[in-house]
Every structure is written in structure tokens, then in C-alpha cells.
């Protein structure tokens, strides 16, 4: 009987391991995720910025231009 109690426990806590590790992989994915989408938002306000900055550059220099005119 001790036996039987004893392995059910074993099987139990074999368990909970291989749960807790699936959990673990699981939230990893979850993270990578995240910062590949973060990494595409990064991207995106950065080419967002560079093209205002064009924009402005632009505008300075037909400024610039006109006033010498």
C-alpha cells in the first residue's frame, strides 16, 4: 500500500514538472512574440520619424530657396 501511495506522489509531482515546464516554454513564446511585435513598432515610428524629418528638410530648403529668389 505504502508503495502504491508513494508512486501516485511520484506521478504527481512528475506532473506538476512537466506542466510547470510547459507553462514556462509557453510564456516564453508569448514574450518573443511581444518583442518582435515591439521591434516592428520600433521600426515603424522610426520610419515614421525619418520621413517627417525629410519633410521638414524639404520645406527648409524650398524656403531657403524662394527667399533668395
Not at 5 to 23: N, P, R, W
Not at 43 to 48: P, S
Request: with cysteine.
Amino acid at each position: 500500500m505504502k508503495n502504491l501511495l508513494l508512486v501516485i506522489a511520484i506521478a504527481a509531482f512528475a506532473g506538476c514538472g512537466v506542466e510547470t515546464a510547459s507553462t514556462a516554454a509557453t510564456a516564453a513564446s508569448i514574450k518573443a512574440k511581444e518583442l518582435e511585435e515591439a521591434k516592428k513598432s520600433l521600426d515603424r515610428a522610426q520610419q515614421k520619424i525619418d520621413q517627417a524629418t525629410q519633410q521638414m528638410q524639404q520645406r527648409a530648403q524650398k524656403s531657403g530657396d524662394d527667399a533668395t529668389r
